[in-house]
Structures are given as structure tokens and as C-alpha cells.
């Protein structure tokens, strides 16, 4: 192979290289903005509630004004009295530091399950907002 082929075929490699490292990264620039928290639990065969917890990174704040939602998807241990929760309804509140979203389900049978949802909300810091659409946001329910 002459030096201009193998030359063509480094760079061409390095380039596949570097690009799928670049999408890598691209692929989420979102992730890491905040994390999640469950507070509270369900008791088997009875009505409860618990609350999903959206706490923004360091640096950020939860937007207040966004019209936040969630949708939720029962599952076979716990199911949801209501699976489109919103913030125009009453079911998120937040403030600078944590969105909140108020949960009523009913355990089915005891144990942890990881329920899914896909939540749209916004964090904004001191020079710009994120608008997250459509976001996986699985969590564990405790049923007892």
C-alpha cells in the first residue's frame, strides 16, 4: 500500500473516530442537569401517595414557569390513580431548588418496582434554560 492510501485510510479512521466520540457526547448534552428522588411508599392493597422529587444540579434552578408534565406507566406491583400529571393541575409545584410531583397509587403486591414516566420540565441557570421534552425518568415505588 503506497504512503497516500495508507495516509487516506489513518485520517479517514481518526475522523470515524473522533465523530463517534463527538456524537457520544452530543448525543445528551442534557445529562447530569439533575437527579431524582422518591419520598415515600405504598402499603398493599390500599390507596397512597408519594412524591417524585426533580432536584437541578449545582448551578441550576427548577423553571417555575414551565408547564412541566408526566407521564406515567402503571406497573404490575403499583398503579397510578392518575398517569398524566400536570403542572397546570395542580400535580407539580416547584421552586428554585425542586420540582415536585405529587403521586397517588395503590400497591398491587410488596416489593420495589421501577416504574417508567416521561417527564418535559425546564432548569434554568444564570444565563440560559433547558427545556428537557420528553425525558425517561424511571423510579422505584416501595410497596409494603
Known amino acids: ?3 497516500r492510501l495508507r ?9 470515524i473516530a ?13 445529562a447530569g442537569l439533575y437527579t431524582t428522588e422518591v419520598k415515600g411508599g405504598l402499603d398493599v392493597g390500599k390507596d397512597g401517595a408519594i412524591e417524585l422529587v426533580i432536584k437541578p444540579a449545582k448551578g441550576w434552578k ?12 402503571n406497573g404490575q406491583k403499583v398503579t397510578f390513580s392518575k398517569v398524566a400529571l400536570k403542572k397546570t393541575e395542580g400535580d407539580i409545584k ?15 403486591a410488596a416489593g420495589s418496582e421501577t416504574v417508567s414516566g416521561t417527564m418535559s420540565f425546564s432548569l434554568c ?5 433547558q427545556v428537557l421534552r420528553q425525558r425517561a425518568v424511571p423510579f422505584a415505588v416501595t410497596v409494603k
Open 7 to 15: 495516509s487516506f485510510f489513518s485520517l479517514t479512521a481518526a475522523s
Open 94 to 108: 416547584g421552586d428554585d431548588t425542586a420540582g415536585t410531583v405529587a403521586i397517588k397509587g395503590r400497591g398491587n
Open 62 to 73: 427548577w423553571n417555575k414557569d414551565y408547564p412541566a408534565k408526566l407521564e406515567l406507566v
Open 125 to 129: 441557570n444564570e444565563e440560559t434554560c
Open 18 to 30: 473522533l465523530f463517534g466520540a463527538s456524537a457520544a457526547v452530543a448525543a445528551d448534552p442534557q
Open 1 to 3: 500500500m503506497n504512503n
